[in-house]
């Protein structure tokens, strides 16, 4: 028997911006820069960014003059970021 399925947009967008969201967002970023961490130079700074777009979202940056240079030799980034279970998208892609 096949079966209707309409999308509550309204639904979605709320648990988007809910607090249990928030959560799981801040707990991977936090792993992810735990990650990122473990992968420099100890008291090298890397910075988690919290902000809210249409929901919650997090940014993690090596906050270091050659932090660019760590993430295009090596991929510190993105490699922290598979390891952590997740993808990789650079700003602006």
């Excluded at 967008?13 to 100890?42: H, N």
């Excluded at 993105?78 to 993808?87: I, L, Q």
Aim: glycine share 10%; hydrophobic share 40%; proline share 2%.
């Amino acid at each position: 028997m096949l079966q209707s399925f309409r999308l509550d947009s309204r639904g979605v967008r709320e648990v988007l911006r809910g607090e249990e969201v928030r959560q799981m967002v801040d707990g991977a970023a936090q792993d992810v820069r735990a990650r990122v961490r473990a992968k420099l130079p100890a008291g090298t700074p890397v910075e988690l960014r919290k902000y809210t777009t249409d929901r919650g979202a997090a940014s993690v940056t090596i906050a270091h003059a050659r932090g660019m240079g760590w993430q295009a030799r090596d991929g510190v980034i993105t490699r922290s970021v598979h390891e952590a279970g997740f993808e990789f998208k650079a700003w602006g892609s």
